[in-house]
């Protein structure tokens, strides 16, 4: 069963830096496209932005476009997809999750259900 392991995170003041991984271990998900959602009410996660296995192509969404970078690092069996953020500000604050859609889907798709496999998310909190 594929596993999605997250670290990073914490507490920044406004202007501050932090960086979020995801390390999937399963091995076939390294053909997964990567995708970065927060939290925003009880129901919905957003779209921050992701990564396509295929050619390593990201998207973002405009709100962080030009702050956050996706990258990624492939070991022997796993696959960690990082996601830099920069320039941070009280509105990033929330619970971040990355998200694996199905093994040789790359488009980066922007709705959550579209990620059938999630991380156990990590608190971003930002002061101003």
């Known amino acids: 069963q594929v596993q999605l392991v997250q670290s990073g995170g914490g507490f920044v003041e406004a202007g501050g830096s932090l960086r979020l991984s995801c390390t999937v271990s399963?091995?076939?998900?390294?053909?997964?496209?990567i995708g970065w959602f927060r939290q925003v009410s009880e129901n919905e996660r957003e779209f921050v932005g992701g990564?396509?296995?295929?050619?390593?192509?990201?998207?973002?969404a405009d709100s962080v476009k030009g702050r956050f970078i996706i990258s990624r690092d492939f070991g022997k069996n796993t696959v960690t997809v990082y996601l830099q953020m920069n320039s941070l500000n009280t509105e990033d604050t929330a619970v971040y999750f990355c998200?694996?859609?199905?093994?040789?889907?790359?488009?980066?798709?922007?709705?959550?259900?579209?990620?059938?496999?999630w991380g156990q998310g990590t608190q971003v909190s930002v002061s101003s």
């Open positions: 998200g694996a859609r199905r093994p040789g889907r790359a488009t980066i798709l922007t709705t959550a259900p579209e990620y059938p496999y």
């Open positions: 399963e091995g076939a998900f390294s053909r997964s496209t």
């Open positions: 990564i396509n296995w295929s050619d390593g192509s990201t998207r973002y």
